[in-house]
């Protein structure tokens, strides 16, 4: 088996190693362990389920400096990230009750009710990014609907996924109910094209997500549940306070490193008031702390997951430059061995193509333009369409921005990455495939059957039958 290797983004330590993972084997056991782990009564899954709840909250502090180690992040914001672990549990809970609740239907004659089961064995493909809440948004759903879960975490980030599955396992939910597959992309493609699976559910990259699309173009009787990215836009439209306009800017598109699905890549601006908010916007950019997870003072954001990633970002902003954008705020490297990058703002005005894809980053486009049916053209402007946000204007303008905008998530002076998880959270065209998750993992995690149900049997002579030439003691298909 190949060996995997984790290292820690702002120091360059070795963090973690370990060997890739037996698909077929893993398969196997969560296999084994489905018809159990489904006949068990809700209220029992759900009892485990909320141990784990209180088995993540302890783990707190070992769980938040694991995570900021892996992914570079800053300590505080990991806390955030196992908090929303820990409040997952109780809001999965609540969704599945509400979104595949029993209930009776009516119909004629015998009892009509309406149920909900598992599908089966669910793989789960996890991100770097937030490698916990993201893949635990999809885990901790379907255990609920009474699947066993295939775990493969991103190879950037397997000892999150390794402590991740363990406290599930600590909290008493049965060893092969939730299995960890660990491993490259190699193991990816693996699970996700194993016969012995019944679904999967994957949050990451467009490019990945569109590949999915078309493996599983020909299995209909699998379900599959993409969440992707997004080529957000940020609108600023007559704001009255241009200082907390930009701050809503500066955490759409630099918190956590640019690297949320959610993050704003475009900002939109009406010309005459465009150098008011693009001179606060660097301002404030220029004085983000950009520095290790543990940090004293802490800082706003740490380095982005690789030096790979950092190399990518840094090539995309002087490709940006060399088709004529404009450097408002040059994005750096501080130490070339580390995946350190300082914030980029760009303005790509007068480029006459940009390119549409996801900067996963740090790094922020400016447009400007004359008139809000310009500005909601450009934040239309794109195959994307999971977040998109409006500062400024009045109840008015944010009804036409609201019905007019291709987005999953459609704020109002608030962030692009504001989304709560009470409510479903997805996008569409490239960002995801019409199965939104949070409060709406409910949806894809278990089915609905419907149920005729008599006492005793219900049968009745058909029309067309004659009485003298029906015999029920006969076999067959009368």
């Known amino acids: 088996m190949s060996q995997l290797l984790s290292i820690e983004p ?22 084994g362990a489905w018809p159990k782990w489904a006949a068990m009564a809700l209220t029992d899954r759900m009892e485990l389920i909320r141990r784990f709840s209180n088995v993540a909250r302890d783990a707190e502090d ?23 672990i820990v409040g997952k549990v109780d809001i999965s809970i609540k969704a599945y009750a509400e979104r595949t609740s029993q209930r009776r239907v009516e119909g004629s004659g015998a009892r009509n009710a309406l149920r909900h089961k598992p599908h089966g064995v669910l793989a789960v493909l996890g991100p770097y990014n937030f490698p916990a809440h993201l893949p635990n948004g999809h885990i901790v759903p379907a255990l609920i609907a009474g699947n066993t879960v295939l775990f493969k975490p991103s190879e950037k980030t397997p000892a999150v996924g390794e402590k991740l599955v363990e406290l599930y396992h600590r909290a008493g939910i049965p060893q092969d109910v939730v299995r960890l597959v660990q491993g490259g992309p190699d193991v990816g493609k693996a699970l996700s094209s194993h016969d012995g699976i019944d679904g999967l559910l994957f949050t990451g990259s467009a490019r990945t997500g569109i590949a999915l699309n078309r493996q599983f173009a020909t299995r209909p009787d699998k379900i599959l549940a993409l969440e992707m990215g997004g080529n957000n836009p940020i609108i600023v439209w007559d704001a009255d306070d241009i200082h907390s306009a930009a701050v809503l800017v500066i955490q759409s598109a630099f918190l956590t490193a640019g690297q949320r699905c959610t993050a704003a890549r475009r900002l939109i601006l009406k010309k005459d008031q465009a150098d008011l908010v693009i001179a606060e916007v660097k301002r404030i950019a220029d004085r983000l702390v950009i520095d ?29 430059m060399s088709h004529g954008g404009r450097p408002i705020k040059h994005m750096r490297r501080p130490d070339g061995n580390l995946p350190f990058v300082t914030p980029g703002i760009i303005d790509v005005t007068e480029m006459t193509e940009r390119p549409d894809i996801e900067l996963f980053g740090p790094l922020l486009q400016i447009i400007r333009v004359d008139d809000f049916d310009e500005a909601m053209a450009e934040a239309n402007n794109t195959r994307f369409g999971l977040s998109a946000s409006l500062v400024g204007g009045d109840n008015k303008l944010f009804d036409r921005f609201w019905a007019n905008s ?73």
């Open 10 to 31: 702002a120091t360059g330590d070795r963090l973690w190693e370990g060997t890739a993972s037996d698909v077929d084997a893993e398969v196997g056991r969560a296999r």
């Open 62 to 84: 070992e769980l938040a400096d694991l995570i900021a180690r892996e992914t570079g992040k800053p300590v505080w914001e990991a806390r955030t990230e196992v908090a929303a």
């Open 292 to 320: 290790r997870p543990h940090a004293d003072p802490a800082p706003f954001m740490g380095p982005v997951i690789d030096n790979q990633s950092a190399d990518g970002l840094t090539e995309s902003f002087l490709a940006l």
């Open 406 to 478: 291709r987005a999953g998530i459609v704020n109002w002076n608030g962030t692009t990455n504001g989304a709560t998880s009470h409510a479903p959270f997805g996008g569409i065209g490239l960002s995801g495939n019409h199965r939104p998750s949070a409060y709406y993992a409910a949806d894809y995690c278990a089915f609905p059957v419907v149920s005729a149900e008599n006492d005793k049997p219900n049968a009745r002579i058909g029309i067309g039958i004659k009485q003298d030439e029906f015999h029920p003691e006969e076999k067959g298909d009368a």
